[in-house]
């Protein structure tokens, strides 16, 4: 079997060390953040208790134009429908006026479930190692240190199985548009990607987010599936608007990587939007 590439993203104590800094976003996206720090709080006020960025602006590795600005807001209480409207329309008013950036991604989460027990394995995982902080205190104080094992790969990724019917819904939802179908390519690409390099990372003993290693890493563990892994990275980066592309996801090789995860680590714990409505 290949060997995969030597492991690295470890502190000297074996800890997942946190990746990318303020000092690394790339000079071109820096009025971005700028403007981001600047109109958040305009917008939450005092409920806003933070905010971090995350992706490749702040591990300098952004490309002007093709890269997008992820964005991690944190409030004070559980965010409102409203809230979400709210960081929607500042994300798409960033997207129009500067160029450099290919859209906005932002997630928005409340101060307590952040700190929850039930996400420390999940989102506290997220921001303390992945998260760079922009505004407010850091949460990663109030967390613990998180090695690369079983329970941190089960509570990150094991969620496939429940995700795949919705992308089936998201697919059939966006017709065959290459404009629609492109997004999804990209955000689909990527978490199979990181989700095959989850399911390897306590073997590999080690951490990445670069998205063609992340393939290469899992590809040598599961050669049968090194092709469709380096692929998806490659859409990752530079999507395609093929309806076949994603039919090849949700059809193969999600189910198979569900699977495979389910019987490696486990299945991730159910969250409340996991529930069905009453």
């Keep these: 079997m290949p060997q995969p590439p030597r492991p690295r993203g470890l502190d000297p104590h074996g800890f997942i060390a946190r990746e990318g800094s303020l000092a690394r976003v790339p000079v071109a996206f820096r009025p971005v953040v700028a403007a981001v720090r600047e109109r958040l709080p305009e917008v939450f006020g005092a409920r806003l208790d933070g905010a971090y960025l995350y992706g490749s602006i702040p591990r300098g590795t952004a490309r002007p134009g093709r ?5 991690f807001v944190v409030l004070r209480e559980e965010p409102a429908d409203a809230d979400h409207a709210v960081v929607r329309t500042l994300g798409a008013a960033l997207d129009r006026e500067f160029p450099q950036i290919d859209g906005v991604g932002a997630l928005l989460y409340g101060r307590r479930r952040l700190l929850s027990e039930q996400e420390r394995y999940d989102l506290g995982w997220f921001v303390a190692c992945l998260c760079t902080p922009l505004l407010g205190a850091d949460l990663a104080d109030h967390l613990p240190r998180y090695g690369p094992d079983s329970l941190l790969a089960r509570e990150t990724n094991g969620d496939l199985g429940r995700l795949l019917p919705r992308w089936r819904r998201r697919i059939a939802d966006a017709g065959d548009g290459e404009a629609a179908l492109r997004p999804l390519v990209r955000f689909m690409s990527r978490h199979l990607v990181r989700t095959g390099f989850t399911l390897v990372m306590p073997r ?19 050669p049968g599936r090194a092709a469709q892994l380096r692929t998806a990275a490659r859409h990752g980066h530079e999507p395609v608007g093929d309806p076949e592309v994603l039919r090849t996801y949700v059809d193969d090789l999600g189910p198979w990587l569900a699977a495979e995860y389910a019987r490696v ?11 069905p409505a009453g």
Excluded: F, I, Q
Excluded at 67 to 71: I, K, V
């Design 67 to 71: 890269s997008d600005l992820d964005l």
């Design 204 to 222: 590999w003993n080690g951490w990445t987010s670069d998205l063609p290693e992340m393939a290469e890493v899992c590809g040598a563990y599961y």
């Design 265 to 275: 680590h486990g299945v991730k714990a159910p969250r409340p939007e996991d529930e």
